[in-house]
T-cell receptor
Framework: RKEVEQDPGPFNVPEGATVAFNCTYSNSASQSFFWYRQDCRKEPKLLMSVYSSGNEDGRFTAQLNRASQYISLLIRDSKLSDSATYLCVVNMMGYDYKLSFGAGTTVTVRA | GAVVSQHPSWVICKSGTSVKIECRSLDFQATTMFWYRQFPKQSLMLMATSNEGSKATYEQGVEKDKFLINHASLTLSTLTVTSAHPEDSSFYIC????????????????FGPGTRLTVL
């Protein structure tokens, strides 16, 4: 079983729509959780950290459910510039800061 | 924000040659740097963890004699792909974790722009 699993998509949505997707992680001892964004042939860029209480950053809302071991990302009022691959990232063991990456969920926002 | 650079951004080489990739943290001291590899449509796979002044820790299945890592200073780590072959063609990305200063979360990693290696 993969450490971090994501629905690969693609999610094709019109501008202005809301899109949401999840990822699951296998290690219940995971410490930190992140969503990264990766554009084609570029490096991943941190979108937001995910906290237990849930957190929001503009049009982006992240939720963490430790009991069910899943993380979600919701994008409201989608923009064309939101088209990217979103990587779910988990810090599996807090003391060595190693990150495990999901394979990514592709979102395409169309005009 | 924290900036990590990589050089070169792309390289094409012949089979059997060695290629060195540099990763630098430009505005912070990186106590730990990580090297990843990403094949098309796949996730980033951690190759090794590099701590300044000590030997790198390689992930299972990664040949340490093929992928030489040197982390000689708090701002520079290098990955050398020795005797590269076509199957080594990939996107190599480094990241750096800030150890001290600036007050940012210490488990946030900052990624370099990546190096695209093509071995003919």
């Amino acid at each position: 079983r993969k450490e971090v699993e994501q629905d690969p998509g693609p999610f094709n949505v019109p501008e202005g729509a809301t899109v949401a997707f999840n990822c699951t992680y296998s290690n219940s001892a995971s410490q930190s959780f992140f969503w990264y964004r990766q554009d084609c042939r570029k490096e991943p860029k941190l979108l937001m950290s995910v906290y237990s209480s849930g957190n929001e950053d503009g049009r982006f809302t992240a939720q963490l459910n430790r009991a069910s071991q899943y993380i979600s990302l919701l994008i409201r009022d989608s923009k064309l510039s939101d088209s990217a691959t979103y990587l779910c990232v988990v810090n599996m063991m807090g003391y060595d800061y190693k990150l495990s990456f999901g394979a990514g969920t592709t979102v395409t926002v169309r005009a | 924000g924290a900036v990590v650079s990589q050089h070169p951004s792309w390289v094409i080489c012949k089979s059997g040659t060695s290629v060195k990739i540099e990763c630098r943290s430009l505005d912070f001291q990186a106590t730990t740097m990580f090297w990843y590899r990403q094949f098309p449509k796949q996730s980033l796979m951690l190759m090794a963890t590099s701590n300044e002044g000590s030997k790198a820790t390689y992930e299972q299945g990664v040949e340490k004699d093929k992928f030489l890592i040197n982390h000689a200073s708090l701002t520079l780590s290098t990955l050398t792909v020795t005797s590269a072959h076509p199957e080594d063609s990939s996107f190599y990305i480094c990241s750096a974790r800030e150890g001290t200063g600036l007050g940012r979360s210490t488990d946030t990693q900052y990624f370099g722009p990546g190096t695209r290696l093509t071995v003919l």
